[in-house]
């Protein structure tokens, strides 16, 4: 492998699962007995992408869209029914250990580590797993827990440690090894908005200092917006868009957000777009304009209106997914 090569490699990767169908009610279980009906569900549908080392991509998707399915392939917990995914040179399925000590897969409605036992005892089992010599294990353990800010939290029983506090050990724990490649799945899920930003900076700085690369889904796009600068964004098993995060605001929004602060109430604003909201007790005005027009309008503002203060907003990121699952609904 070279250096630049991508990490990450998937190519028309598909995964079917078949499911027994059944009806309700009793004839219909009877006959189920006798001739079982199945259906097929394309989790994943012809998914195809690459990832470059070191960089931290986000997975987005409505529930059940096969973000879990794509990842447990490319970590070699499923078989893909057919299709190609190459990390670091190996095909995760083979599970080979060379590999699985490369990677790590952290999903955050899932423990690894044991309940009854402090965090600290597990990670001294990872340390046996995947033999990780004794200094090069402290060295890991101990800047991780700093960074974690996990300190004696490690010393209790990890059934006694709050959401929060276990979902930091078990990061913790899933990069004992220093793994090339992380999976992350809703790492930040059901936590306080405090202990989501810690675990993003933490991210942040673990990818800045081991130029780890990272495929991340979430339902959080607070985590989206601090990490990735990139999105694959799949509905259906299919992949919708994958490119730059702005990039697809200015794709798929249609419009931007001007608040203008007028010197004189009494302009009229309405030939640079449309007024969302008229002057209020300061003089400020919202106006809503096409986005590729955005920044014209605003130099026209600034140099036509003497305006005293000027913003342009972009719509959350969450409407702007909306409308990219929207788009790919619609009856063609
Ligand atoms: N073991 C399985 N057997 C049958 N169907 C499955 C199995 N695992 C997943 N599916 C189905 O495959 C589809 C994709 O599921 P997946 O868990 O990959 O979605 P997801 O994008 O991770 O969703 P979420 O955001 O809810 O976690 C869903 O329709 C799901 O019901």
């Not at 989206?224 to 994958?242: F, K, N, P, S, T």
Request: charged share 25%.
């Amino acid at each position: 492998m070279d250096d630049d090569d991508p990490v990450i490699r998937v190519r028309e990767l598909r995964k079917t699962f078949r499911v027994p169908e059944r009806e309700a009610g009793l004839k219909a279980s009877l006959k189920s007995l006798v001739r079982r009906t199945h259906r097929d569900v394309h989790a994943v549908a012809g998914v195809s992408f690459d990832i470059a080392p070191g960089e931290v991509v986000g997975f987005l998707g409505p529930n059940g869209a096969g973000k879990t399915t794509t990842l447990k392939m490319l970590s070699g917990l499923l078989y893909p029914t057919s299709g190609e995914a190459v990390v670091l040179g190996h095909t995760p399925q083979r599970r080979e250990k060379d590999y699985l000590r490369q990677i790590t897969l952290v999903m955050g409605n899932r423990n690894q580590l044991q309940w009854d036992i402090p965090a600290g005892d597990s990670f001294e089992m990872n340390r046996a797993i995947y033999r990780i010599p004794d200094a090069e294990f402290r060295r890991t353990r101990d800047e991780l827990v700093e960074l974690l800010e996990l300190g004696d939290l490690v010393k209790k029983p990890v059934r006694n440690l709050s959401l929060g506090e276990r979902m930091k050990a078990e990061i913790c724990g899933a990069l004992l090894h220093r793994p090339r490649v992380l999976f992350l799945d809703e790492p930040t899920i059901g936590l306080d908005v405090t202990a989501q930003k810690r675990i993003r900076a933490f991210l942040a700085e673990y990818n800045r200092r081991h130029g780890a690369s990272v495929l991340l889904t979430s339902h959080y796009m607070a985590d989206v917006q601090a990490l990735c600068r990139r999105v694959i964004v799949i509905d259906g098993g299919v992949v919708l868009y994958d490119g730059g995060l702005r990039e697809l605001t200015t794709r798929f929004s249609p419009h931007r957000t001007l608040t203008v602060t007028l010197p004189d109430p009494t302009l009229d604003l309405s030939g640079y777009g449309e007024i969302v909201q008229p002057p209020d007790d300061e003089g400020r005005v919202v106006l809503r304009v096409p986005t590729e027009r955005s920044s014209e309008v605003a130099a026209a503002l600034l140099t036509g209106t003497g305006v005293s203060g000027l913003t342009i907003e972009d719509p959350p990121v969450e409407d702007v997914i909306e409308q990219v699952f929207a788009g790919s609904r619609e009856p063609a």
